[in-house]
């Protein structure tokens, strides 16, 4: 497990360099179009080479040569990739160019938005909290509200990000578990989960980083249809090369380098920091009395929530610092508090918003949601006030 991913990984961030050395070379057009070209028989070059030298290891090439070569490739490819997005302009985004999916889309978030403020909640916070959570529209959150979650550190829950979009996918993968575990019944639940959570990332506007963890959904779910390992880094490579290749100028988005450098500590450092617990009924012995490992597994789990904060902010950290000048002092706190109470929000406003829609929704779900909410906001509240 130690190398998992790792070639692949090598590749990822040298396609990646590429891209971003890409979308900073030169400002003339001509310039521009030499590189896309140069870049271009480079790449193919390169990736030839291997293929010509008749061995893995190369009849003519030394030992060792063919994967720095292939490196060296993918590197070249991601400067094509940048060049061409560039003289091209980039994808269009006039209305007019629209397809009928964004614009249904855009229906369909409008049509949510006006579900959401209609709920009765008690404090009208909670609806515009509720806004923000499921479809990222902060605009009618207080400034009182918007500042404690800055201060605090918990800025990222009102971001749609992968933990939005992860609770969403837990949610759909118990949904649709109803259809069976055969494999027309695997294949039928993939694809709905993946239609679904690709709706939602364009209801929200398909930002870099819900973009991100749809890709790794996308990416999760056909290698389990197809029967193939899932490393998490090999996703998290893969997800990364298809992102900067699609939509290059994500890549001086902070919310892109944010999501990753995130996603990045909970797979290399997160694994590592859960295993320094050791509880009682991990130390090897035949027998542990039930009462220990009660005992234990309600600190055990403590340990890993705060094992999952410390290895996201010791990996965003230096960027938070770079874009931003500050650095949250107690977003321990804030996350062993805020995460678990939004993901709570968020688990509640799901069937909350449906019922409401419908006609049928109980008042005590409705007062649940509330509670959660204010909880949540007061909680970061005193913490912003520290």
Excluded at 35 to 54: D, E, H, N, Y
Excluded at 189 to 218: D, E, H, K, P, W
Excluded at 317 to 342: C, E, K, M, R
Aim: glycine content about 8%; charged content about 15%.
């Amino acid at each position: 497990m130690k190398d998992e991913g790792k070639g692949l990984t090598d590749y990822a961030l040298l396609f990646t360099a590429g891209t971003w050395a890409g979308l900073h070379a030169g400002a003339g057009q001509e310039i521009t179009y030499a590189l896309a070209a140069i870049s271009f028989l480079a790449a193919v070059a390169t990736g030839m080479i291997p293929a010509a030298s008749g061995r893995k290891t190369g009849s003519w090439l030394g030992p060792g040569a063919v994967p720095h070569i292939l490196r060296l490739s993918f590197f070249l490819t991601g400067l094509y990739s940048a060049t061409v997005c560039r003289l091209s302009g980039g994808f269009p985004s006039d209305a007019e160019s629209r397809w009928f999916l964004q614009k249904a889309a855009e229906n369909s978030v409008q049509a949510l938005k006006e579900t959401i403020l209609s709920v009765p909640f008690r404090d009208m916070e909670s609806n515009a909290m509720i806004l923000a959570l499921v479809t990222g529209d902060k605009s009618r959150l207080s400034d009182g509200i918007c500042e404690s979650f800055r201060i605090s550190g918990a800025s990222h829950i009102l971001a749609l990000s992968g933990m939005h979009l992860g609770v969403v996918y837990i949610v759909l993968t118990r949904v649709f578990s109803i259809l069976g575990n055969t494999p027309k019944a695997g294949w039928l639940r993939s694809a709905m989960i993946v239609s679904v959570s690709g709706y939602y990332t364009m209801m929200t506007g398909a930002g870099a980083s819900i973009m991100r963890a749809f890709l790794f959904i996308t990416l999760n779910e056909t290698a389990k249809c197809t029967g193939r390992a899932r490393p998490p880094m090999n996703i998290f490579s893969a997800s990364l090369m298809t992102q900067a290749m699609l939509t290059p100028q994500e890549l001086e988005s902070v919310g892109f380098q944010l999501s990753y450098l995130a996603m990045a500590g909970i797979y290399l450092l997160y694994p590592r920091m859960k295993e320094w617990y050791k509880g009682p009924d991990t130390d090897g012995k035949a027998s542990v009395p039930v009462r220990w490992t009660v005992r234990a597994r309600p600190v055990k789990r403590l340990w890993d929530a705060t094992a999952l904060s410390v290895s996201c902010q010791a990996f965003t950290a230096p960027a938070v610092w770079y874009y931003f000048g500050t650095f949250p002092p107690y977003f321990l706190i804030t996350n062993l508090i805020a995460v678990p109470l939004s993901t709570a929000a968020i688990n509640l406003s799901i069937p909350v918003i449906i019922l409401s829609h419908l006609g049928i929704c109980p008042e005590i779900l409705v007062r649940a949601d509330d509670l959660v909410i204010c909880a949540m906001c007061r909680s970061l509240e005193i913490i912003s006030g520290l």
